[in-house]
């Protein structure tokens, strides 16, 4: 029964995981193309960027940024995919539970000889299943075309590694705090601008804190928590507000099964 579940969920998002691995994947391919072309001319670039507000190039998370360099450049273009990530994941999150709900089909699964807390696990599992094949094809994708387009320029393995590996924690932040919010809701009419909000709202409160440099913002949202810049930079993780990431994700989780076990659930009758 529970393998049947499984597989249901993971059906209806493979669609979903193709087209967002795919779209991944192109946006990685176009950037790191361009590379050899940015490099060529990095000096007048550098110097360009030098003359913009501090302000602006800290809304961007390119302070300090050498795009003459392999993974200088790349951390600017993780920033894109990082987007596309929240938003793929908040979907999900969005979508885990409300799709029945909206459908009126949830007490048709209800009706079978397993706990809600046991299906609200396979669902969660089955959708970071679909997150975890993306995740793989941002991998690929991003030593593939690096090694590719790197234009003979030499590059640390280590940060490269270390900014890939925040991605795991990056999607569970966004697809648990969907779940919760939704459950959270009375209804969910339509997943996309959910998700979509979510995502662009922590990227703005991102921007917004760079740009006024309030430290207090920087608690509140993962494009902070895992900067592209500051782990290119540094070679390691900001420990505390990778902390505070895993905090919301468990709190979500946690809170997310009790709302789910205690929930009205609307049905066709």
Known sequence: MTMNIYKHEFKMNLRSVITWSLSVMALIFVYTSLFSSFAK???LLNDVMAQLPEELLMAFGMTGLDMSTVLGFFSFVFLFTQICLA???SNYGFSLVSIEERELTADFLLAKPI???QILTIKFLAALTSLTITNIVVWISSFTFISIF???REYETKPLVLLLLSIVVFQLFFLSVGMVISLLMKRVRSVTPLSMGLAFGMYILSAFGGMLGDSKLELITPFKHFDPNYIIGNSAYDIPL????VLVIAVSIIGSYLLYTKRNIPSMV
Not at 242 to 245: G, Q
């Open 242 to 245: 990778v902390i505070i990431s």
């Open 115 to 117: 706990g809600r807390a």
């Open 41 to 43: 001319d990095a000096e």
């Open 87 to 89: 938003i793929q994941a």
């Open 150 to 152: 790197r234009d003979g």
